[in-house]
């Protein structure tokens, strides 16, 4: 009997079985082994392992500052990817690439370079901490540079949408009788949230997960500078491998958990689309 | 006088949009502007509504100038071919928003609102998304939008565009009578005659950047200013002859002036005997419908041509494919040779 059900693109079972398989291998498979490995600590060596002054420290570092980047990337990137799709300038192609480079750059040359931008005798530094305002080494350089590292996602997550934004729409509402600022804020804001979203989650995500550039410009003063991947690898350093996960798996969950969170809001912000 | 344009030229780069453009439209009259697409209809339209500038020329809303209104300040509602819904917003938000915008109360909102919705009979749909509609009902909920706030003139760009035929003939019906009931002064866009006659207390037919004639439906169908309009406003027949004492013949080589005659389909008559008929070939006939289509080939200049008989005259005939027999206009419209070019529809 013939297969009524076929769809005129083939391969959903192939397909399917391919994500299924890569997922498990790239993804679940060493999530399990991370949470295998805290597991063979007991509840109160795991308790003192994640919970101590040190690592709440950490922990609140890593997604303070993680996600004050992403909050400012969020404005920053909408403004960017505002100029690049509105205006035409000369340069737009190059600024647009420029966009990309924070992904392709090894974060470590971005921490050293920021870095040696902030300290006291560098090309900022020389005129900042005159005034007050020390960036190197400081929590204000873990936000700087985890800034940098996620430019890319909400730029390049709002700027296809913002291409693709009705023309008309926006015209209606000044017949309409609304000014700039009420099209902007009622009719093209709304039209963004969901890839503002996507590109907020994207940047936080990106921040939390971040080392290499970090290590280079927080000095990693425990309870001050120190984030959490730094206490991770200084475990490992003291071949104290049970707790070193145990920090991992706490990380992991707060950091799935916020995810979700924001999932879960992208899909109400699209609740309109039938 | 609710619009008046007067000598609006506008252009686009190389290309002439419109072509110092005059135009009066008298308050609560329904006019239509209609044309081939690139006429400047639509250019005309949003110069009137204030989304784009005219390079000269000035427009006038109720006796005040609007060069110096920007499109919010001018009042207008504006209905867009693909409605322009906000897709963000239910209904009632849609519908709502100019007065929102204007910083009304809620409940003033909320009342008139309510009453839109009766006008345009979609009550109890406020709390659906845009997206959860069908086109008619996106096309009246943009209509009811554009009219919230009470507009001095309301303008529709092709507002049937994007539906279905029977639809589109059923909104057309409903905004006649909707525009009977509210009278506020109405121009709409479009390239269908159809629409335009059936709809309009005035019809502006545009060609090439320039309005060719402004009349009724029936003054532009029946009176026709120039051979554009003739065969814009409906399927029209050419008869290439010479004009001897008033009457058109069928006389190639002749000395008198030559003429070019148009004919509706059912201006023509369908013979046997040739008494000063042009002879044709009968090609296909078609009887499913009100009249009867028959498709002939002038023979002398193998060109076909449209006839539409009626019921019985088709039966009195008898006709059968392949049959040679003479057509003749009882009525001819006859515009000198000099201005009677080929246009392109």
New interface residues.
């Given amino acids: 009997m013939p297969n009524v059900n076929r769809k005129v693109l083939p391969g959903f079972s192939l397909s399917l079985g391919y994500t299924v398989f890569y997922l498990s291998v790239l993804v679940l498979l060493p999530i399990f082994a991370c949470f295998s490995k805290a597991a063979s600590l007991s509840f109160d060596e795991f308790w003192s392992a994640v919970w101590t002054d040190r690592t709440r420290a950490a922990y609140v570092l890593t997604f303070g500052t993680a996600f004050i980047a992403a909050i400012v990337n969020l404005f920053l990137g909408l403004l960017i990817a505002w100029v690049l799709v509105r205006y035409e300038f000369p340069g737009k192609r190059l600024v647009d690439s420029l966009i990309d480079l924070p992904l392709a750059l090894p974060t470590a040359v971005a921490g050293l370079v920021y870095a040696s931008l902030y300290v006291e005798n560098g090309w900022l530094g020389q005129f900042l901490v005159p005034l007050g305002i020390e960036a190197a080494y400081t929590r204000l350089a873990i936000v700087l540079v985890l800034t940098f590292i996620g430019l890319p996602f909400v730029v390049r997550t709002v700027q296809p949408v913002l291409e693709d934004l ?1 023309p ?2 926006e ?9 700039r600022w ?1 099209t902007f804020r ?2 093209i804001l ?2 963004l ?1 969901p890839a503002l979203i996507t590109g907020f989650a994207l940047a936080f995500a990106r921040g939390l997960g971040e080392y290499g550039s970090v290590v280079f410009v927080s000095g990693n003063m425990p309870y001050r500078t120190e984030i959490a991947p730094v206490l991770i690898v200084a475990r490992l350093e003291e071949f104290a491998y049970g707790e070193a996960t145990a920090i991992a798996v706490v990380l992991l969950v707060i950091s799935f958990s916020m995810l979700v969170v924001i999932n879960l809001l992208e899909r109400w912000s699209k ?4 | 006088m609710s619009i008046l344009v007067k000598d609006v030229s506008k252009r686009f780069g190389e290309h002439t949009a419109l072509e110092r453009v005059s135009l009066e439209v008298p308050s609560g009259v329904l006019v239509a502007l209609l044309g081939p697409s690139g006429s400047g209809k639509t250019t005309l339209l949003r110069i009137i509504a204030g989304l784009e500038v005219a390079d000269e020329g000035s427009v006038f809303l109720h006796e005040e100038d609007a060069r110096q209104l920007d499109v919010r300040e001018r009042n207008i509602g504006f209905v867009f071919q693909h409605y322009a819904l906000f897709r963000h917003m239910t209904v009632h938000d849609n519908i709502g928003f100019a007065l929102k915008v204007r910083r009304r109360p809620k409940q003033e909102i909320k009342t008139r609102v309510r009453e839109l919705l009766r006008l345009i009979q979609l009550e109890g749909i406020e709390y659906r998304y845009p997206a959860q509609l069908s086109g008619g009902q996106r096309q009246r909920v943009a209509l009811a939008r554009a009219l919230c706030a009470r507009p001095r003139v309301l303008l529709l760009d092709e507002p049937f565009g994007a539906l279905d035929a029977r639809v589109r003939k059923e909104l057309r019906d409903w905004l006649r009578r909707l525009h009977d009931e509210i009278h506020v002064t109405s121009v709409f866009v479009t390239h269908d005659q159809e629409e335009a006659l059936e709809l309009a207390d005035r019809v502006v037919v545009m060609n090439h950047a320039r309005i060719e004639q402004v009349g009724t439906p029936e003054e532009v169908y029946h009176h026709p200013a120039n051979p554009f309009v003739m065969r814009f406003l409906g399927q029209v027949n050419l008869f290439h002859g010479r004009l001897e004492e008033g009457q058109v013949v069928a006389d190639p080589a002749g000395d008198a002036t030559p003429v070019v005659g148009y004919a509706r389909p059912h201006q023509l008559e369908i013979s046997r005997e040739s008494a000063s008929g042009w002879p044709a070939r009968v090609l296909r006939m078609n009887a499913a419908g009100i009249q009867v289509r028959v498709d002939l080939l002038l023979t002398q200049e193998n060109r076909t041509m449209e006839v539409a008989l009626s019921q019985e005259r088709f039966h009195e005939l008898a006709l059968r494919a392949g049959e040679n027999v003479f057509v003749k206009p009882k009525q001819l419209k006859v515009f000198a040779e000099a201005t009677a070019e080929d246009y392109v529809i």
């Fill in positions: 009705d008309e729409a015209e209606a509402a000044a017949s309409l009788g609304a000014t009420q009622k009719v709304p039209a949230f609740r309109h689309d039938a």
